[in-house]
Each structure stands twice: as C-alpha cells, then as structure tokens.
T-cell receptor, first 118, second 114 residues
Framework: GAVVSQHPSWVICKSGTSVKIECRSLDFQATTMFWYRQFPKQSLMLMATSNEGSKATYEQGVEKDKFLINHASLTLSTLTVTSAHPEDSSFYIC??????????????FGDGTRLSIL | GESVGLHLPTLSVQEGDNSIINCAYSNSASDYFIWYKQESGKGPQFIIDIRSNMDKRQGQRVTVLLNKTVKHLSLQIAATQPGDSAVYFCAENMRGTSYGKLTFGQGTILTVHP
C-alpha cells in the first residue's frame, strides 16, 4: 500500500489563484520530505527540501516566495503555489525516506498532484 | 518556467524478452543509485538500488549493473511482461549532499508488446 500520500491528485484553477498541495507520510515519521516537479515527457526536477520545524531549502532557480513550503509536523508537508499562472502547470510529486535518518535509503514517492492553471 | 525537454528514449520489446535500460549519470561523487518505474499519472515506484561499492545487484527479475569507470548504470529486466511497460528513471545521490536528495536521469519509455 501507499506509504506517502498526496492530496489533491488533480486540481484545475484560474490564473492568480493560490493552490495548496499536501504530502503525508503514512504510518511513519518524516523529518525531511522532498518536492519535485515534472513537466510532460520530462524527468523529475528537485524543487526543495522540506525540513520539519525549520525553513525549507530551495534548489537554484526555484522561487521560495512562489512555492511556499511548510513542514509543521512529522507527517505532513505542504507546498503552496502562490498566484499560480499557466506556466506553473505541472505534475508535483513529494517523497520521503521511510527509514530514519540514515543516508542512502530509498525515497518513497507520493502519486503526485496534477496542477492545471487556466 | 517550463524548460525545453528532449523526447524520452524509447525501448520496445516483445513479451518474454529481456530488456536492458541504460543510464549515464553525471557526477563521479555520486555513491548511491536507484532505479524507479513510473506509470502514467503516478509517482515513481522504487525498483532496485545499488551503492558505489558494488558492481551488480540482483532483485526479483531485475538486475542493476554499475560501471563507475564510465559512469554508466543499467537495468536488466528478465522475461519482460506487459505490466512492465512504463517510464524508467535512474537517480543518483551525491556523497556529502542531503540524504535523499536525488538527481534524476532523462528516463526511458519501455513498451512491452504481448
């Protein structure tokens, strides 16, 4: 069964709207989660690292004021796309390691959120 | 904004054949590698991983080979089935970076014909 859950799975909204995407770890705690973006027929690109209780770390070129990340609990990270525009339309995917804090453990991914901005 | 992307490489095989999917990774400092399978509209699904102190690792119907000299990774799928049709990505984690921070390869579309 799924170990990382995302919600919603699909959202369509008007340009200028802010959209919040949730990523939950099921039956385990995740002090760190990762947010990726994937455009059609392309690979996944890491956007940011979400850290429980502290600020997220953003990859180069990702606007932190545009993509707000909050990791307020050990099982939930949220990504808010603020004032979304059509170019923000993409597939957003989160991931979390399932075992403790050891390096080199497989990431488990959510099933993604399809965001379409009209 | 959206980056200009290349078309993903494709591999078509007949059911029952063996499949080999290749990946060239970018960073010689990477010490952990993972293969993921992604079906349409879903997140990546873990298949198999390998650490840089190994050259080969086997799972159920899958084998990963690592050639650090030429920075090449391959995924072999034995007796490929229609359910194996998906996009396959390799991913690397660089030594010294935040754990779990992955750089994904381009991806390969595998189509299995019955």
């Amino acid at each position: 069964g799924a170990v990382v859950s995302q919600h919603p799975s699909w959202v369509i909204c008007k340009s200028g709207t802010s959209v919040k995407i949730e990523c939950r770890s099921l039956d385990f705690q995740a002090t760190t989660m990762f947010w990726y973006r994937q455009f059609p027929k392309q690979s996944l690109m890491l956007m940011a690292t979400s850290n429980e209780g502290s600020k997220a770390t953003y990859e180069q070129g990702v606007e932190k004021d545009k993509f707000l990340i909050n990791h307020a609990s050990l099982t939930l990270s949220t990504l808010t796309v603020t004032s979304a525009h059509p170019e923000d339309s993409s597939f957003y995917i989160c991931s979390a390691p399932i075992t403790g804090s050891a390096r080199n453990q497989p990431q488990h991914f959510g099933d993604g959120t399809r965001l379409s901005i009209l | 904004g959206e980056s200009v992307g290349l078309h993903l490489p494709t591999l078509s095989v007949q059911e029952g054949d063996n499949s080999i999917i290749n990946c060239a990774y970018s960073n010689s400092a990477s010490d952990y590698f993972i293969w993921y399978k992604q079906e349409s509209g879903k997140g990546p699904q873990f298949i198999i991983d390998i650490r840089s102190n190994m050259d080969k690792r086997q799972g159920q119907r899958v084998t990963v080979l690592l050639n650090k000299t030429v920075k090449h990774l391959s995924l072999q799928i034995a007796a490929t089935q229609p359910g194996d049709s998906a996009v396959y990505f390799c991913a690397e984690n660089m030594r010294g970076t935040s754990y779990g921070k992955l750089t994904f390869g381009q991806g390969t579309i595998l189509t299995v014909h019955p």
